[in-house]
């Protein structure tokens, strides 16, 4: 079946630096979505991309879905406090319903 | 509006017991969705309603759990004879088609 891999499972960031978190598909995706998981919380949708090589941008977030839509990134500049949380991506397919998530990448920051 | 609410937030049961975990989506939402998210773990899915279609319950992880959705509103999640396994945050999250999901605040299940 479809999985969906998230890495880097834990990302520890210098508050003011940027990362990467990357999620790569089996198969090729009719739509990626990103959540937000704060801690002690639930998943907090964040964006879908939907056309091959689609980028997106939330303020310091930026999203990108690859050209085979198999893969898709979350970069986050300067990071701040307020980024702590779990970001998972979910894949979806065109002739299914349901999401695939990954395991999601856990951020911590160091002020 | 209101979002999605759960029922009980909490929940400490013996293994053995029955439980039953109750999900008010979003209204208007035609889809619904439960998960089970094990302590610092991702999503599994479990199981998803679409209006008055059959519930892809190709997720659940035993014929211990079942779900159903009443008038497609209503959701309640049945886990019989508990087992320790079984202690995990259940989600529950309703969408329009193909449309976000928005999740409930989940209940916490321990089984004891």
């Known amino acids: 079946g479809q999985q969906v891999m998230q890495i880097p499972q834990y990302q520890h960031v210098q508050e003011g630096e940027d990362f990467t978190t990357y999620c790569n598909s089996s198969?090729?995706?009719?739509?990626i979505q990103w959540y937000k998981q704060r801690p002690g919380g639930h998943p907090v949708f964040l964006i879908q991309?939907?056309?091959?090589?689609e980028v997106k941008k939330q303020k310091r977030l930026t999203f990108q879905f690859g050209e085979a839509k198999k893969n898709s990134s979350l970069h986050i500049t300067a990071t701040q406090t307020t980024d702590v949380g779990t970001y998972f991506c979910a894949g979806g397919r065109s002739n299914d319903y349901k999401l695939s998530f990954g395991a999601g990448t856990t951020v911590t920051v160091r002020a | 509006g209101a979002g999605v609410s759960q029922s009980p937030s909490n929940k400490v049961t013996e293994k053995g017991k029955d439980v039953e975990l109750r999900c008010d989506p979003i209204?208007?939402?035609?889809?619904l969705y439960w998960y089970r998210q094990s302590l610092g773990q991702g999503l599994e899915f479990l199981i998803y309603f679409q209006g008055n279609s059959a519930p892809d319950k190709s997720g659940l992880p035993s014929d211990r759990f079942s779900a159903e959705r009443t008038g497609g509103s209503v959701s309640t999640l049945t886990i019989q004879r508990t087992q320790q396994e079984d202690s995990a945050v259940y989600l529950c999250?309703?969408?329009?088609?193909?449309?976000?999901?928005?999740f409930g605040p989940g209940t916490r299940l321990t089984v004891t």
């Open positions: 999250a309703s969408s329009l088609l193909f449309y976000e999901q928005y």
């Open positions: 991309l939907v056309k091959s090589g």
């Open positions: 209204s208007g939402h035609t889809a």
């Open positions: 198969t090729t995706l009719s739509n």
